[in-house]
């Protein structure tokens, strides 16, 4: 197609990315899938082949700038163009503030934080206008206990999205975040009762969500909109709670 999308996102072997990438696809654009997992991300790219779709895979760690230097060459070289990136690798492990080593530290920081900063300066090197989205999370402005790694790197990335914003609108590059909130990625005919009812949306989240969230954000009719969080939590975070 030739209006079709060059689509990089990364963290697209399961969960929201890998959901992201075929709302993408269905909608005619080429989407490189990026993933640390290669047996699992060669798998799901692999399926998506067979169903005809216009996908491809790269393993790539993207807290490496070495790698992702390397990794938006060869996309450049190969697709010729870079129209949207998301933003959506990381790991979430929690772990008591008096456990967390200085490795721990720096592993979520480099997975979740320095892998947008490498990702957006390289890709946006290679854009001519095009929309990145950072994957953020209620998670930076509320907390639970000994989630502070997590949540600094998701406070991180909002703070990074409007810096982005301003900086690539020169080249004419709007840059968003994406703020999740509960999204079951898995066994969400389990979930209880309750755990839908404490949204005001009467349900848990679902990857596709988010996935129509990326598709509204990177639309090119909505260039207006740059440097914003838009929260999608099933209106969670506009609770006010009391404890009894």
């Known amino acids: 197609m030739s209006d079709s999308q060059v689509v990089i996102v990364t963290g697209a072997a ?3 990315g890998l959901e992201v990438s075929k709302a993408y696809l269905i909608c005619g654009d080429r989407v490189i899938m990026v993933d640390i997992k290669k047996e699992k991300l060669l798998e799901e790219v692999g399926i998506l082949k067979k169903s005809g779709f216009d996908v491809y895979a790269k393993i790539c760690d993207v807290g490496s700038l070495s790698d992702v ?3 938006m060459t060869e996309i450049m070289d190969e697709a010729g163009k870079i129209d949207v990136l998301i933003n959506n690798a990381g790991q979430s492990a929690f772990k008591s503030i008096w456990d967390v080593t200085e490795d721990d530290w720096l592993s979520i920081i480099s997975s979740n934080l320095s892998s947008v900063f490498f990702c957006s300066r390289e890709a946006a090197q290679y854009m001519n206008g095009g929309s990145i989205v950072n994957m953020c999370s209620t998670r ?3 907390s639970e206990s000994d989630t502070e790694a997590y ?4 406070g991180g990335i909002h ?4 810096s982005l914003a301003v900086t690539l609108s020169e080249r004419n590059i709007t840059v968003n975040a994406i703020s999740p909130g509960w999204i079951a990625t898995e066994n969400y005919d389990e979930l209880r009762e309750v755990d839908h009812q404490q949204h005001l949306s009467n ?3 679902k990857p596709s969500d988010i996935a129509r969230a990326c598709l509204f954000l990177t639309d090119p009719l909505n260039t207006f909109i740059t440097g914003e969080n838009l929260v999608v939590d099933g209106g969670m975070t506009r609770k006010m709670i009391y404890e009894p």
């Not at 949540?151 to 998701?154: C, E, I, L, P, W």
């Not at 703070?159 to 409007?162: G, K, W, Y």
């Open 203 to 205: 349900r848990v989240g």
């Open 140 to 142: 930076a402005t509320m």
């Open 159 to 162: 703070a990074l999205t409007h």
């Open 14 to 16: 399961n969960g929201i």
């Open 151 to 154: 949540a600094t790197s998701k």
């Open 69 to 71: 230097k390397k990794m």
